[in-house]
């Protein structure tokens, strides 16, 4: 799903998601994602790819650790083209924002105690979720149109957000909350996962 996501929101995940580009294997928050279902449809002149991907979030360390999983989660999903030509390591990227609402919606995290908002992973605990990304893959022997991708072998990567209110009132939570674990609120990102663009059969018509 593709949308505009307001201007706050777009800078604080800019200006944080660099850090998570490469999955940090000391972090105690390992993010991982599998594909589970695609299909396409067709317009425009091009295919739209639709991915289902599975999340996962594992506390790998050895104490408690409190995610968001709330309304405002947004994400930020690279494409990449291989295999890798000469000296360019890619051929090209596309970069995708993502969110599953317009706009942030009001709820309850500032409370005594983690919320409904929040999930609590003891040590090896896991938590899943799924979500649509939508990729245009430009048919064979056609340019490629801006923001597309051609036919063949890519990468794509996961770059999550895990917190999306001020540093101060993470920071407060993170102190009033140290009894029921530590709050996460560094984004994080999956390692490069390797997917085919091109059509399994027929494409339907968009809607």
Known sequence: MRIILPAALV???????ARAARPDEKSPLRFTSEIVGRSYCAGGGIH?????LRLRYQNT???KLIVYRGKNLFYQTKVRGGPPTGARPWQYEVAILNARFNDAQAEAING??????FVVLPPGGLYETEIIVGVGVTPEG?????????????????IASTWYESKKLGEEL???WRASGLLWTEPVATEPLKFAAAPDGPATVCR
């Open 174 to 176: 993170r102190g009033r």
């Open 48 to 52: 739209i790819l639709q991915l289902r």
């Open 61 to 63: 360390g050895g104490r």
């Open 11 to 17: 800078i604080l995940f800019g200006a944080t998601a």
């Open 142 to 158: 056609a340019g490629r149109a801006a923001n597309t991708i051609r036919p063949g072998e890519h990468t794509l990567q996961v």
């Open 112 to 117: 005594a105690r983690p919320g409904a908002a």
